[in-house]
Antibody
Framework: QLQLQESGPAVVRPSETLSLTCTVS??????????WAWIRQPPGKGLQWIAT???????DYNPSLKSRITISVDSSKNQVSLTLRSMTVADTSVYYC????????????WGPGTLVTVSS | DIQMTQSPASLSASVGDRVTITCRAS??????LAWYQQKPGKAPKVLIY???SLESGVPSRFSGSRSGTEFTLTISSLQPDDSATYYC?????????FGQGTKVEIK
């Protein structure tokens, strides 16, 4: 059974860079049927898709965040990473990674999420 | 971006009631829509994908339908375990977008 687990800092200072890792177990990140995505959710609010990556490194980014984000894949470690630069209080969210079913697809399963708070 | 307008924002219904939640897309998205259920402190779980397809393991009281750019999630007989927030998501094109969510409470 495929499982995803996000990891990274719980607190980031304003203007700093957030680095998150999603470790996939129970399946290969190089499976050509799937893509891998990051989604976030501010406390008490809705869901926002951030970015998607394929095992070959091809990417799609949310235009609203594109200038500040980088998504990458490490097939040897079965991991997907997200970098978000110039963090502000508005970036405080639960960050989820998820498997995406195809180049245009739904998300399933999701990791449990990790809460990142931007605070000085 | 494709806007997904979800309604109502919240609802309260009794066990056994039929509940419907609607999502309207700002443009045609064919059948490229998913519905998720999210309980407090948990990640969303997919219920329906491609507008109509029931995810394996999801109770058959959940169903999805479409009329043009309007999509509906129906719970045929509300159960206590269905208390949650529900989201729609379009995957017709990037950037993927979600509805604002519908909080379902049990009376």
């Amino acid at each position: 059974q495929l499982q995803l687990q996000e990891s990274g800092p719980a607190v980031v200072r304003p203007s700093e860079t957030l680095s998150l890792t999603c470790t996939v177990s129970g399946g290969s990140i190089s499976n050509r049927s799937y893509y891998w995505a990051w989604i976030r959710q501010p406390p008490g609010k809705g869901l926002q898709w951030i970015a998607t990556i394929y095992y070959d490194g091809s990417t799609d980014y949310n235009p609203s965040l594109k200038s500040r984000i980088t998504i990458s894949v490490d097939s040897s470690k079965n991991q997907v990473s997200l970098t978000l630069r110039s963090m502000t209080v508005a970036d405080t969210s639960v960050y989820y990674c998820a498997r995406q079913w195809g180049p245009l697809g739904w998300f399933d399963p999701w990791g449990p999420g990790t809460l990142v708070t931007v605070s000085s | 971006d494709i806007q997904m307008t979800q309604s109502p924002a919240s609802l309260s219904a009794s066990v056994g009631d039929r509940v419907t939640i609607t999502c309207r897309a700002s443009q045609s998205i064919s059948d490229w829509l998913a519905w998720y259920q999210q309980k407090p402190g948990k990640a969303p779980k997919v219920l329906i994908y491609k507008a109509f397809s029931l995810e394996s393991g999801v109770p058959s009281r959940f169903s999805g339908s479409r009329s043009g750019t309007e999509f509906t999630l129906t719970i045929s007989s509300l159960q206590p375990d269905d208390s949650a927030t529900y989201y729609c998501q379009q995957f017709n094109g990037y950037p993927f977008t979600f509805g604002q969510g519908t909080k379902v409470e049990i009376k």
